[in-house]
């Protein structure tokens, strides 16, 4: 690869963290093996990243973007009807099947390696706070008595669906976590 087409520094830093991170933890990865394996200078790095927290956050700031596209996309092909597109969101984890061993979410683990009331826990609240009160206008538009409830119940169970995956696959967990959605939004609406 030349140097013209080679990707930028902070690219492949972002990268290589993002696919150790979600492979060992934020814990489990030091900056010298992010440097390692990027193939960038530790001063290059840090000229990028302030800190090992300002990369995690701008990993998860990449992952909440990418996370959040991928349930809008999976709620939108199952239709206009908000009441399948809160069954269909869950399609979401089989379109994540792609990218290699599912390891459950990123912000679950995430937040249960930081301290809570750090920047990095907080950001993995703010991304569940965002997803929740997506899924909350998704269950008004469908109608739902208490909107806030129904969002938390899915949202639990969504949670729930990606931690089963990561133990056993999301082929097996995707079928039965639909119809346990079903379930609550027939019980809700």
Known sequence: ??????????DRILRTATDLFYIYGIRGVGVDRIIADSGVAKATLYAHFKSKDELVLTFLRHSDEKWRKMLRDAAEGAGDDPREQLIGMFGAMEAADGDGPFRGCVFINTASESLPGSAVHEATVAHKRAVRAWVGELAAAAGAADPELLARELTILLDGAMAGAALETIGETVPATRRAARAIVDRHL
């Open 1 to 10: 690869m030349t140097t013209s087409t080679r990707e930028p520094a902070r």
